[in-house]
């Protein structure tokens, strides 16, 4: 690790023992004062070109063919997932038939109910649709241009304290995660989230490293601005990053320690501002002129973004199971045909090991088989050179821009990395995108440093050491699938231990090894994870959680709560297709969690049984997660579609799952009424609000089978305690006579058959 004095010209770095180093440091860098070749200034179009003056020529061109590279990994074929997650897909279609609908983030456009996350994604999106057309690919290209954008803002950031080349890095390294090819292809919340996080990170940087107050405190500023409208995009894990933001600018800002902590106070009054304005809107909104709020008992946002979507996330609750089988008496299977079962492993909110489709909370989740290869292919790596980075800059001063970067980045990666370890609510693998950026970053500077560094053989070993694990770790990760590239896996081993041997036992005479060592063992550590990311692009992902990796790996696959295939029910298949229809499933056919739960024993052995003979269904037939009706959004037979297309009333029909609806809502050219919201416990709408609409003449049908959410027919929570599509559903079944379209049971809500 370079260590900068006061002069900032670069030395080695000391040793363990803290004496000095022979001075064989690579001489300093040459002023900016050139063109790139020490001549010519650039005008604009050079600037543009080549970047501003004194950078290398080679630097904006490699950015510009990396964000090349991008665009196309992110927008090619970008449509072959279809609407993805048909529940956002279905607030992005209603947010192009109602202003309202767009601003609030309604589920449906008749503005009964919102999805359960703040807006902000759907804003974006629906803009788009917009000025397009609703389409997938009109929908999904602002995801993906949003990838774009965080590999440049990203760029930007590392470049600026650490140069062209380690932003070029940090850049690549993102691209080539998983998680990210994966939902910077898909249409949840997480795109924008991982953005505005970003974009906060890059004016924090400006802000530590400006001298003048006022400049500084304006970067805060926008930072906060940034932060708050991370928190309208996933509410409270948008605000993750402040502790590490907070803690980088107070040990390296320029300005007087109390002129610190002023520009904090400021920043956070941004952030409340920016992210507070919107819970006020609704907060003064009549109830009764907007729809209600999503994921909440109380009709409000902030419950919400505390309840729901906040601490009962880290602590399970509050409609947060924790897993695929919820803890708690009265857990039930989601989108199951009501077959609730006893309390499961993990206690409350607990589900699967406490942790539910993310794996068992603790330390070595990221590491573990959920979330293993979306995210942790550099984790070692990353820890390694944050803790390296630490102890070589201890002695260099206060506002040393390295070790402010070391903070910055490894404070975001370590704080947000426990929380997601230790969640015992609701967590999903695609949420590691989160990390990604600050793992790229920290992998890059780190290793920057070191290459710097690298004439002492302590140092020089240190970077071996990371290009080693990363090339181990890999070896582990491809292992977990001996059917996808074997060969992958031992390249990937043999490559990166030669590559750091050549390294190691490079010497000043032999710097051409070292150069050869680098590349070797860098470029064969990262095939594994960059192999795995071209796979994930390559396969379609539906369904309410995706993960990544290549179709058909038992290490991967195209998604959970209906997968590809849109088949819906508990999950689909990590190979993308589907559970098989009418509920009755082998145990091939269940998500990969549950099988490990039951093959490990955290699920009670006669509830494994039902769940392997199909005793216990698995909701494909009803739905469930992701499904719409009767098996995808997609599939809803032709003639429903044109009984519901040929309404006029405000909703063309009720059913009791946001996710049917969602299939419903796509299907057709109406809004339909989504009983209970996503997890079905939400009181939206009451018996007597049902009551009234009926009577208005503003619901035509009742649509049965969509016995979506936690807990059976009606949605409920956890044994269908909760929520009012239970009490709605036999309330229609005593007053109104059933019909089947198309092999559907429904109710036609126009004609009482009692009081």
Known sequence: ??????????????????????????????????????????????????????????????????????????????????????????????????????????????????????????????????????????????????????????????????????????????????????????????????????????????????????????????????????????????????????????????????????HLLVAGAAVVVSGGWYVLLVALWPADSRPYIGGSQTNSLWELAIGYNGLSRIFGGSGNVGGAIPGGAGGAIPGGAGGAIPAAAGGPGGGIGGGGFGGAAGIGRMFGTSFGTEISWLIPAALIGLVAGLWFTRRLPRTDKIRAALLLWGGSMIVTGLVFSFMEGTIHPYYAIALAPSIAALVAISGRELWRGRQNMVVRAVLAVMIAVTGAWSFVLLGRDATWLPWLRWVVLIGSIVGAGLLVLSVARLRRLAVIGLLVGSLTALSGTAAFTVATAATPHTGAIPTSGPSGSAIGGAGGFGGAGGAGGFGGRRDGSSAAAGGTTAQGALPDDLVEAMESGQIPAGIAEMLESGELPNGAAAGGFGGGPAGGATTANSELVALLNATTTRWSAAVTSAQAAAGYILATNTAVMGIGGFTGSDPSPTLAQFQAYVAAGEISYFITGGAGGFGGPGGGGPGGSTGSGSEIQAWVEANFTATTVGGTTVYDLTSSTGS
């Open 1 to 262: 690790m370079t260590e900068l004095r006061n002069d900032q010209s670069p030395t080695a770095p000391p040793p363990t023992t803290g004496a000095p180093l022979p001075a064989e440091a690579p001489p300093a860098p040459p002023p900016r004062t050139g063109a790139g070749d020490g001549s010519t200034p650039r005008g604009r179009w050079g600037r543009l070109v080549l970047g501003r003056t004194g950078d290398p020529r080679w630097a904006r061109p490699g950015l510009w063919a990396l964000l090349a590279v991008t665009a196309v990994l992110y927008l090619w074929d970008l449509s072959a997932s279809g609407y993805a997650n048909d529940y956002y897909a279905a607030a992005v279609k209603s947010g192009t038939e109602s202003w309202k609908a767009w601003l609030f983030g309604s589920l449906d456009s008749g503005n009964s109910i919102t999805v359960d996350k703040p807006p902000a994604s759907m804003w974006v999106m629906v803009l788009s649709s917009r000025i397009f057309g609703f389409s997938s690919f009109a929908m999904l290209a602002p995801q993906a241009l949003m990838g774009v954008g965080t590999v440049a803002t990203l760029y930007a950031a590392v470049k600026r304290w650490s140069g062209p080349a380690a932003g070029l890095v940090a850049g690549g390294l993102l691209v080539i995660t998983p998680v990210a090819a994966l939902m910077f292809r898909f249409n949840n919340p997480d795109a924008l989230l991982v953005l505005l996080l970003t974009l906060a990170s890059y004016f924090v940087v400006r802000a530590i490293e400006t001298p003048m107050g006022r400049t500084a405190l304006r970067w805060l500023v926008f930072a906060g601005i940034a932060v708050g409208f991370a928190f309208l995009t996933k509410m409270m894990q948008g605000l993750l990053l402040l502790p590490a933001f907070a803690l980088a600018y107070l040990v390296a800002g320029r300005s007087g320690l109390w002129t610190r902590i002023w």
